[in-house]
DNA sequence: GTGGTCTAGACCACA
DNA sequence: GTGGTCTAGACCACT
């Protein structure tokens, strides 16, 4: 499981919904596998249970993740159809990064070298 | 000069913060030159003055600017010397996007390609 | 039979109910005619034997199906006299309906032409 | 303002957003005006005021309103571009009642004519 | 003043 | 047991 950090400038549910994609990503949770009880992850992160919600509810609404109630919540099947709004707004957010390791001194070519590592290595 | 977009989940402040760095890292401004003022920018954006001194005090605290009190904002030069913590941040933002990119179902060479454009002409 | 769908906003037995709704609205179970016994649509559904029981006594309550202990569930005669509180609540619902669509930029001529058609066709 | 009923089957936050959809609908608020704020609201309908939050958010989510933090909430300016989904769902409901409506034993004809009266009438 | 987040603890319907 | 909703009351950042 992943770590809070309470000093973060992100919100802890904010925190929880990017560790669980993480470990969907990752494959530690293949689809349709249950995720733990809204009550033990709040036990297990010291968080209120409120909290817990919150961060599900919003991973359900980006599709990652659907509710079963009286069940549990589930991991979705990583969908087929490519939604073109969300991946414009991933490549915004490396164009950003990636304007301010040019204006913070970084040559092209390091940039470049170092991106096209971490994709072929799927990211990591 | 940039516009807010008020609906906008960013704060105020925040978009004002990003939108002067853009406006540095693109040359609009360039080393020492002097911004606008408190006043005239909170005229200029029809948003209250606190918020855009708000907005200077973390562009200073961030090393993009620096204040000359009685004279205004000036823009810093580029840090010569590389914040390691501050790239590996940026390296680690992109890398998270790419991971998520690849979860979607975009393919390595897809992303690279795109990637590799976007970083030839310097973020755009 | 219908279908479920787990990963539906709708509880279960309220699927239940609404498919069994649908099949003697359709013509698919006649008035007097037997329906499955609990056991049975439980191992058909895959659902817990309480869920349809529960199903089956809402049904009751509205007056679709009536229960003969020992016998089993069977099709009421639909209601000769028409509850007027149950239909003002359904043209409500298709009031609100309409509201909305009209307030989302269909035209009153759209919307007439559209539910025209579905109600001629037997809301199809 | 609208009444809730703390009786209904509906839950208060989702009553709330019904409440506010049907004024804006109605054009008791026009497009950028300041909904009351969270705690004038949660004071009003002596409803806590997370519950209304929920409301709001809710709300912002569907594209109803928007939300300026420090500010408030205001409505959205009904969308030019109309949203298919979201009117299949309405299409979808009018025909589950008016399937009912025939199954209670009212006559095509009949439910022909309230409902184009009620169309013709904007919905009322 | 505004909305945004969080905790603590409770009750409900559903499976 | 599960998630869904609600209350009460608190603190925060932003305008």
């Not at 069940?71 to 709004?85: H, N």
């Not at 991946?87 to 915004?92: P, Q």
Request: charge should be negative.
């Amino acid at each position: 499981m992943f770590q809070l950090d309470l000093k973060s400038k992100k919100s802890i549910y904010e925190q929880i919904v990017d560790g669980i994609k993480a470990m969907i990503i990752s494959g530690e949770y293949s689809a349709d596998e249950k995720l733990p009880s809204v009550r033990d992850l709040s036990a297990q992160l010291t968080v209120n249970p409120n909290t817990i919600q919150k961060a599900f509810k919003a991973l359900e609404q980006q599709g990652w993740i659907y509710t079963v109630t009286g069940r549990g919540c589930f991991v979705s099947e990583s969908a087929k159809t490519i939604d073109r709004a969300q991946t414009a707004h991933l490549f915004d957010n490396i164009a950003n990064s990636v304007k301010e390791l040019l204006y913070l001194g970084l040559s092209i070519e390091e940039i470049q070298k170092i991106v096209d590592d971490m994709i072929m290595k799927g990211g990591n």
